[in-house]
């Protein structure tokens, strides 16, 4: 990560607003060439210096009732360049803060035994960031991947 500018975030304030705040929007782009936001329930996570970003397709009511036909799933099977924001609002304004980060998406399909592992820790992780996620089925739904390319982060006081 190159050197922060003024309001820029390091890396451990990256980190801290990424474990602390309890959702973030995930953009993808459509068919159309449109961003289509989406606020979603995430859990990061470190791999070979790597930061990544998982999301399942969890069991909230959908517009529609096949996960594999949500809009962001299609989008990213199309076009997996995907951008995630995560901020933090606050009435102070010297308390504001977010971090923008541009990567690549993927499916991780149930049942596929090269991404067990991976599928299996990140669920830990989110049950454990969300309970109510320990009643549902996460183990057979697919889940979101991104492989974090670039970070940008900002606020208003760094280290406040």
């Known amino acids: 990560m190159s050197k922060p500018q003024t309001g820029a975030m390091d890396h451990d304030a990256i980190r801290q607003l990424l474990e602390t705040e309890r959702r973030g929007v995930l953009v993808t782009v459509d068919d159309e060439g449109r961003p289509r936001p989406t606020p979603f329930c995430y859990a990061a996570s470190e791999t070979d210096g790597r930061l990544i970003i998982h999301t399942p397709i969890d069991e909230k009511p959908k517009g529609t009732t096949a996960p594999d036909e949500l809009p962001r799933v299609?989008?990213?099977?199309?076009?997996?360049?995907?951008?995630?924001?995560?901020?933090?609002?606050?009435?102070?304004?010297?308390?504001?803060?977010?971090?923008?980060?541009?990567?690549?998406?993927?499916?991780?399909?149930?049942?596929?035994?090269?991404?067990?592992?991976?599928?299996?820790?990140?669920?830990?992780?989110?049950?454990?960031?969300?309970?109510?996620?320990?009643?549902?089925?996460?183990?057979?739904?697919?889940?979101?991947?991104?492989?974090?390319?670039?970070?940008?982060?900002?606020?208003?006081?760094?280290?406040?």
Do not use: C, F, N
């Open 74 to 160: 299609l989008d990213i099977r199309a076009r997996p360049a995907v951008t995630v924001l995560v901020d933090h609002w606050d009435e102070d304004w010297k308390r504001l803060a977010w971090i923008l980060l541009r990567g690549t998406a993927r499916e991780l399909s149930p049942g596929d035994p090269a991404t067990a592992d991976e599928r299996a820790r990140a669920i830990i992780a989110l049950r454990a960031r969300y309970p109510q996620y320990r009643d549902h089925r996460l183990e057979s739904r697919s889940m979101i991947r991104i492989e974090v390319d670039s970070v940008r982060g900002w606020e208003a006081s760094p280290g406040g």
